[in-house]
């Protein structure tokens, strides 16, 4: 059985949803960090086998890289 890498596993401080949001909704949130998940994003998102919960993230809140990081930010500047 592979190990999850420890970037990849959720902190006891992570805020869990009882359902999926699409990227783009105000209320799709990051887990992690509780800002919105832009449109343009691709979350990762954790569906627990025995759970009503999930966990989704910005790629570069659990270290990742992308092209598009701070595609939130664009839609952060709209809710002000």
């Known amino acids: 059985m592979s190990q999850i890498p ?18 783009g909704d105000p209320g799709c949130l990051c887990s992690r960090c509780l800002l919105p998940i832009g449109e343009k994003a691709v979350p990762i998102v954790f569906f627990p086998q025995s759970s009503q919960w999930i966990l989704r993230y910005h790629p570069g809140c659990l270290g990742m890289t992308t092209f598009d990081d701070q595609d939130w930010e664009e839609d952060y500047k709209d809710l002000l």
């Open 6 to 23: 420890p970037q990849l596993q959720p902190l006891p401080t992570d805020v869990t949803f009882s359902y999926y949001r699409e990227p």
